[in-house]
């Protein structure tokens, strides 16, 4: 193992008790593999070139003040482990900046929207087999609900709502591939308000297979191009590609 690869185990907490000793022992014996380390902490600042001017000026001080020189004294290692120490913690919080600002992948904005679907279908249903199989949804009953949705769709060749309900279970389940179905049924259909485009490209989004990427590009593509419901929300997607 590359001592670099070492390093970034030891920071990444994959090093076990008795690995995280030796290394702690190797920074005080071992001049050149301390100094090693502090070049990997202060590299670490490259994650984002938006940090604040004034913490890159601090961290370089302290990795300065730290440097080893040939013929150093043990006590002007440890005095470096010290700094170098610092300068971890400063990598942490460039990592956590970095995971805290970093734009939000499609899959991310997937899941966001998925959550607002939820949200936005569960209401309280009328005393048929559309509102039953709703009530079983609110219960989280999947399968049971799915079930119920299907039966509905058997019975109306056109049941948008049993459809788009059909799909976003199936979306819950993990079945992408049902939910791919149904969805394209739902986006074929004349409707005021049809979202199935954006849908559909949520659930190839989730299935992420060979091609799925491409095919999420065009859906979203049609959708701002023919000015679809979620027009704003395809054109956000769009630049996550």
């Not at 290394?23 to 301390?34: G, M, S, T, V, Y």
């Not at 120490?85 to 990592?95: D, E, P, R």
């Amino acid at each position: 193992m590359s001592d670099l690869a070492y390093i970034d185990k030891y920071f990444k907490k994959e090093l076990t008790q008795a690995e995280i000793t030796e290394f702690e022992k190797k920074i005080n014996e071992d001049p050149l593999f301390a100094e090693e380390v502090a070049f990997y902490c202060s590299t670490m600042q490259a994650i984002n070139d938006q940090l604040a001017e004034e913490k890159k000026k601090q961290f370089r001080k302290i990795y300065d003040e730290g440097k080893l020189r040939s013929g150093s004294k043990p006590a002007a290692i440890r005095r470096l482990w010290i700094y170098v120490a610092a300068a971890a913690a400063v990598a942490g919080l460039i990592i956590g900046w970095y995971m805290f600002a970093r734009p939000a992948s499609i899959q991310d904005l997937a899941d966001q929207y998925i959550e607002q679907i939820e949200i936005g279908v569960k209401m309280s249903g009328n005393e048929d087999n559309l509102g039953a199989a709703i009530r079983l949804y609110n219960k989280d009953s999947l399968p049971e609900a799915l079930r119920q949705f299907e039966m509905i769709i058997q019975s109306d060749s056109i049941a948008e709502t049993a459809k788009k309900m059909a799909g976003i279970v199936s979306l819950r389940l993990r079945d992408y591939d049902k939910a791919i179905d149904y969805f394209t049924q739902l986006e074929n259909l004349k409707l005021n308000y049809n979202p199935g485009k954006l849908y559909h490209a949520i659930a190839l989004i989730k299935r992420n297979s060979s091609g799925d990427k491409k095919t999420v590009k065009q859906l979203l593509q049609q959708v701002v191009e023919q000015d679809l419901e979620e027009k704003e929300t395809a054109q956000k997607w769009l630049k996550s590609l």
